[in-house]
């Protein structure tokens, strides 16, 4: 079960690419795990909805497999932090992901090579790896560009709704410690992902390396928040943007958005 190396990733890629989103190599996003709250935990396991929960976080491609995934996360953490603090975050600041080096979008030459990215919503950072949705009200290139990333982002949801509708486990409290439902929600990720076993797919389970039950022993380093994005983050959003409306880059529904 290995992490996806730099051909896998492409192939991840290639998956994205039908659903009209070049150089996607993931949609990421984090669910709550509802769980009953631990002895003497304090608030640290309270989260935002009102419950006491554990984070899953997920990169899932365009088959609705899970491929990265780090389980455990203290249920008040944002899904930024929960970002930062995981072992693959520390991987994707670190560039030890193995992600493939930058490459020309099809019949985009002018706007010179694009680096691959991930695809998450506005609770996670802007960054040259993560895109993000522009805020608030948009119009022209920026509109077709949340709509873009929108459509690709469902892939995510969608793996979060077909495993909680797969396994009931997730309908209700789990009376379980914290370390016995990270097990839970590690054994339900690998099985979802067996039950949608392709044999086109070379890899398609997370593996052991790629999952991080606890930040302990990390290294961290500096943290991007959502609000302080890069200016090479910022020019890679726009390129996109700008891609979306050019010939090459346009769809037959993009009139209609």
Same mark, same amino acid.
């Given at each position: 079960?290995?992490?996806?190396?730099?051909?896998?990733?492409?192939?991840?890629?290639?998956?994205?690419?039908?659903?009209?989103?070049?150089?996607?190599?993931?949609?990421?996003?984090?669910?709550?795990?509802?769980?009953?709250?631990?002895?003497?935990?304090?608030?640290? $396991?309270?989260?935002?909805?009102?419950?006491?929960?554990?984070?899953?976080?997920?990169?899932?491609?365009?088959?609705?497999?899970?491929?990265?995934?780090?389980?455990?996360?203290? !249920?008040?953490?944002?899904?930024?932090?929960?970002?930062?603090?995981?072992?693959?975050?520390?991987?994707?600041?670190?560039?030890?992901?193995?992600?493939?080096?930058?490459?020309?979008?099809?019949?985009?030459?002018?706007?010179?090579?694009?680096?691959?990215?991930?695809?998450?919503?506005?609770?996670?950072?802007?960054?040259?790896?993560?895109?993000?949705?522009?805020?608030? $009200?948009?119009? !022209?290139?920026?509109?077709?560009?949340?709509?873009?990333?929108?459509?690709?982002?469902?892939?995510?949801?969608?793996?979060?709704?077909?495993?909680?509708?797969?396994?009931?486990?997730?309908?209700?409290?789990?009376?379980?410690?914290? @370390?016995?439902?990270?097990?839970?929600?590690?054994?339900?990720?690998?099985?979802?992902?067996?039950?949608?076993?392709?044999?086109?797919?070379?890899?398609?389970?997370?593996?052991?390396?790629?999952?991080?039950?606890?930040?302990?022993?990390?290294?961290?380093?500096?943290?991007?928040?959502?609000?302080?994005?890069?200016? @090479?983050?910022?020019?890679?959003? @726009?390129?996109?943007?700008?891609?979306?409306?050019?010939?090459?880059?346009?769809?037959?529904?993009?009139?209609?958005?």
């Amino acid at each position: 079960m290995p992490v996806p190396d730099t051909l896998e990733w492409r192939k991840i890629a290639a998956g994205f690419a039908k659903l009209a989103f070049p150089n996607c190599i993931g949609a990421m996003d984090g669910k709550h795990v509802v769980i009953e709250a631990p002895p003497n935990s304090g608030s640290v $396991y309270y989260n935002y909805k009102g419950t006491f929960s554990i984070v899953l976080l997920a990169v899932v491609d365009a088959r609705y497999c899970f491929r990265l995934v780090d389980i455990g996360a203290y !249920g008040r953490n944002s899904d930024g932090g929960t970002l930062s603090a995981s072992a693959f975050g520390t991987a994707l600041r670190q560039n030890t992901l193995g992600i493939p080096e930058d490459t020309i979008l099809p019949g985009a030459e002018h706007l010179g090579p694009m680096p691959y990215v991930f695809v998450a919503d506005e609770a996670f950072p802007l960054c040259r790896n993560i895109m993000r949705p522009y805020p608030g $009200y948009n119009i !022209g290139e920026r509109k077709v560009f949340n709509n873009r990333l929108s459509h690709v982002r469902r892939m995510v949801e969608c793996a979060f709704g077909i495993l909680a509708s797969q396994w009931r486990v997730y309908r209700r409290v789990l009376c379980v410690s914290p @370390e016995v439902a990270e097990g839970v929600v590690k054994a339900t990720c690998m099985l979802h992902n067996f039950m949608r076993w392709d044999t086109s797919i070379a890899t398609a389970l997370p593996s052991e390396a790629a999952t991080s039950e606890s930040s302990e022993g990390l290294q961290h380093g500096p943290r991007l928040g959502a609000n302080n994005a890069g200016r @090479e983050a910022v020019a890679v959003r @726009e390129k996109f943007a700008q891609y979306f409306m050019t010939k090459a880059g346009r769809v037959p529904w993009q009139d209609t958005i």
